[in-house]
């Protein structure tokens, strides 16, 4: 076919029009969603699942696993985050599927749905990598349970999960995503390859991220119960009007440390992935610390672990700021008669604690250090630990649940 400049000045005019008139309704559309957004309403820090952690037989190569989630906020369209961060292999999805739950490892398969990725029912997860399903309409209740359902491919020894799950999964051999009950499955306490659920949400609704080691994670508290402080506290948000819209991701990792050290990759490592990437996080709690105190070998070495923990909380800080997101200063719990307890940690204790109250660097603080400690200075109180005087028990987490000001959290647009 042949052109002449008139010819090819009408059809470039006419793409023009078109590629106006597309970009006309993406305009529209983008004014459109300004009222609506992602919101987390659930999430685990992913982590190496160390050997102890693996799934027992008969393991998830081309089986099914049945994890159990409690959400905070609810929605009606719902996607999900999977992780393969710490492979070295592709991940394998063949099947992926939603439900409620009715009663322990029972589902509801009326509300059963599947998850697609760009359409399709299975995907390849890439080594170090994450992946979000496709939108799906589903109806979440606020507050509830949610079971998801994986049928695997082949999987390798480097899995992605989050051990501290303090929920019970169920394993079962082949594909067993029709089966309502898993009977007779296998259980384990710990989620795999999960990571995090959105819901499309208006534009008054929000998250709040807990960054934080064992304490968040729920060290202490009680399998199945969902009576972490982080569950308290997110259900208070719920039934409070003014703060009924606020999501929470519980970002604890058990043994996790601000610096260097510990378990999982240290705070400021996985700060960007689980933090700043969550959707719809306005603010942010630090609860983290005791381990780098913990980990300090001699006298000489607590300036300098007072020093780094001090540099991190401010790069955190500038960090969510710079994404709007405010940072509110939680304080270490105390310690003392713990196998933490020397005078060197009780003095570095003592004054990152004090940055943490009197620095101004942070937006709000929230005490915690001072709701549990007791009469005798550096000992939480007796009968709110889990035997260690370190960690709270159910007790304990209750009261810490329980006393954090919800004013900080009121949506005001």
């Known amino acids: 076919m042949k052109f002449n400049i008139s010819t090819l000045h009408w059809r470039l005019c006419k793409m023009g029009l078109i590629f106006s008139f597309l970009a006309g309704c993406a305009t529209a559309k983008q004014v459109e969603d300004k009222s609506r957004k992602w919101i987390g309403t659930w999430a685990a820090a992913p982590q190496l699942v160390e050997s102890r952690n693996m799934p027992p037989e008969p393991g998830l190569s081309m089986n099914t696993i049945r994890q159990i989630v409690r959400v905070s906020i609810g929605g009606n369209t719902i996607r999900i985050r999977f992780s393969n961060d710490f492979g070295v292999n592709p991940l394998i ?5 939603v ?57 390798f020894q480097q899995l992605t999960g989050h051990p501290g799950s303090r929920t019970t999964s169920y394993i079962l051999e082949g594909n067993q995503l029709d089966n309502p009950d898993f009977k007779d499955a296998v259980k384990t306490d710990h989620w795999y390859t999960i990571m995090g659920i959105d819901v499309w949400g208006s534009e008054k609704t929000s998250a709040v991220a807990i960054l934080g080691n064992s304490i968040t994670d729920g060290r202490g508290s009680g399998t199945n119960r969902q009576n972490r402080w982080p569950d308290i506290f997110s259900q208070r ?47 942010l709690i630090i609860l983290e610390g005791i381990n780098d105190i913990g980990g300090i070998r001699k006298e000489e070495g607590a300036a300098q672990t007072v020093r780094n923990l001090i540099d991190a909380y401010l790069l955190m800080i500038g960090k969510a700021h710079a994404k709007g997101i405010k940072v509110y200063g939680a304080t270490i719990l105390p310690f003392a008669r713990s196998y933490y307890d020397t005078p060197f940690r009780q003095q570095a204790w003592k ?10 660097k942070f937006d709000a603080v929230i005490d915690f250090a001072k709701l549990m400690e007791s009469s005798e200075p550096g000992v939480i109180h007796p009968g709110m630990h889990d035997n260690d005087h370190l960690h709270p028990n159910e007790a304990g987490y209750r009261k810490m649940g329980e006393s954090v000001d919800l004013e900080l959290f009121e949506n005001k647009h």
């Open 93 to 97: 999805l063949k099947s992926v599927s």
């Open 351 to 360: 004054k990152v604690n004090e940055w943490i109250r009197t620095s101004g």
């Open 99 to 155: 439900s409620s739950v009715s009663d322990s490892s029972k589902i509801d398969l009326q509300t059963r749905r599947f998850l697609t990725f760009n359409g399709k029912e299975s995907v390849s997860v890439p080594a170090g990598s994450e992946i979000y399903s496709d939108t799906l309409a589903f109806s979440l209740k606020q507050n509830s349970k949610l079971a998801i359902d994986i049928n695997y491919g082949e999987t």
């Open 237 to 283: 948000l719920l039934e409070n009007p003014s703060t009924s819209n606020v999501g929470v991701l519980n970002l604890g990792i058990g043994g996790n440390c601000v610096v260097k050290g510990g378990l999982g990759p240290t705070a400021l490592e996985r700060f960007d992935r689980d933090v700043l990437s969550q959707s719809g996080v306005k603010w």
